[in-house]
């Protein structure tokens, strides 16, 4: 949540978010910095979905452990994709759109940022972030019915399936398509997240509770040495070149070589940030408890994820027409970054004291 924070505030403040598109809409970077400032948040999307896989894993077996049926189970899953979706519909969209009235004639985009392919009509509404995880976790509350097997293989198909089928000419297909796999301007939507590549994910996500589940916990040493698994199979992948890829480099720079598809996210893409974010999971276990104590921004931050994602896009877009005239330097994205964090830390804390006093069952719980 907190690295997210630093892509957010760069959009709204710097007005420099990168594009990493199927299509060839990729952003060519000059420079280190914005580039770095880009790819450290990489780890966010996958990291979110994957550990959601996992956790609806875990979910299921806490609540067998309090007597809970499956369809129980099964039926609170779905409720909460289908919050998840109204969030990202009636809350998550409005602030995200609002972007396009930050372009003023100073903003400096012109090798940051591409579109997705489009239809020519204009948008009114979007499948984004939370509209994705949403339907993606009621997917997952099915797919937890059928056990590991059938969670791998429906991994490996959602995989093969955003590596392979893609269109090459990077066309906009129907709206369905737009939503299930091909991304894009179709029919007054803008859809960034398709549902299949981000299954993928979260599929391989749920194998990963399940291996947590059967090893007590899972010591650092195994989680960090599945993370360099993954972070060298992605490595030997954007080596060959080829499938899963979606685009090769342009150049023989090591910017381009981790200059990878996030839209939808390729097997390179997904694999090399997850590997990295298990190997900050194993970094995180090991921290003295300090950390993990009830006033760490850590704990604050990690246990109101929604809260926090929702207040502090409304934070950085009001912050962001401060700037509405000519977009801030990048610079300036770090130290509105840290101000944001600070305010939105006693705000978190509140919510999270006030939602854990809340029965397992309340609705507050879920958010």
Same mark, same amino acid.
């Given at each position: 949540? +907190?690295?997210?924070?630093? $892509? $957010? ?6 007005? #420099? ?8 809409? +990729? ?12 790819? +450290? &948040?990489?780890?966010?999307?996958? *990291? ?18 309090? *007597?809970?049926?499956?369809? #129980? ?23 995200? @759109? ?49 056990? /590991? ?19 090459? $000419?990077?066309? /906009?297909?129907?709206?369905?398509? &737009? +939503? ?16 299949? %590549? ?25 989680? !960090? ?20 890829? @979606?685009?090769? %480099?342009?150049?023989? !720079? ?11 996210? !390729? ?35 990690? #246990? ?10 409304? @934070? =950085? ?6 700037? =509405? ?43």
């Amino acid at each position: 949540m +907190i690295i997210m924070a630093i $892509d $957010d505030s760069n959009a709204y403040v710097s007005r #420099q978010h990168g594009a990493e598109f199927f299509n060839g809409a +990729i952003s060519r970077y000059h420079s280190v910095f914005p580039f770095i400032t880009r790819l +450290i &948040t990489h780890l966010c999307a996958p *990291g979110f979905c994957f550990l959601m896989g996992a956790a609806v894993v875990w979910f299921a077996a806490s609540r067998r452990g309090r *007597g809970w049926t499956e369809l #129980q189970i099964l039926q609170k899953l779905a409720a909460r994709g289908f919050a998840l979706f109204l969030v990202g519909q009636f809350l998550e969209n409005p602030v995200v @759109l609002a972007q396009s009235f930050l372009k003023g004639p100073a903003v400096r985009l012109a090798t940051m940022s591409m579109p997705p392919p489009m239809d020519g009509l204009p948008s009114y509404w979007g499948f984004i972030k939370m509209s994705n995880l949403g339907v993606v976790m009621m997917a997952c509350s099915v797919l937890l019915r059928f056990g /590991v097997r059938v969670w791998a293989v429906a991994g490996v198909l959602c995989v093969a399936a955003t590596n392979s089928l893609l269109p090459a $000419d990077g066309a /906009v297909g129907p709206l369905w398509k &737009t +939503i299930l796999l091909e991304l894009g301007l179709s029919g007054h939507m803008v859809g960034v997240y398709p549902v299949i %590549p981000w299954l993928g994910v979260a599929a391989c996500g749920m194998c990963f509770g399940y291996w947590w589940k059967q090893r007590a916990g899972s010591s650092p040493a195994l989680v !960090s040495g599945l993370g360099l698994a993954m972070v060298g199979f992605a490595m030997l992948v954007r080596f060959a070149g080829g499938w899963g890829n @979606l685009q090769l %480099p342009r150049d023989n !720079s090591w910017i381009e070589f981790l200059n990878n598809v996030k839209y939808p996210p !390729s097997l390179v893409f997904w694999t090399l940030s997850v590997g990295v974010d298990l190997l900050l999971l194993a970094a995180l276990m090991c921290l003295p408890g300090l950390y993990r104590s009830a006033k760490s921004p850590l704990m604050v931050f990690g #246990q109101t994820p929604l809260f926090f994602y929702i207040v502090h896009l409304y @934070l =950085f877009a009001v912050t962001g027409f401060l700037f =509405f005239r000519e977009a801030a330097p990048l610079w300036v994205t770090y130290p509105v970054w840290l101000g944001g964090l600070i305010l939105l830390y006693p705000v978190c804390a509140w919510y999270r004291q006030f939602k854990l006093a809340k029965a397992p069952e309340s609705l507050w719980r879920m958010f």
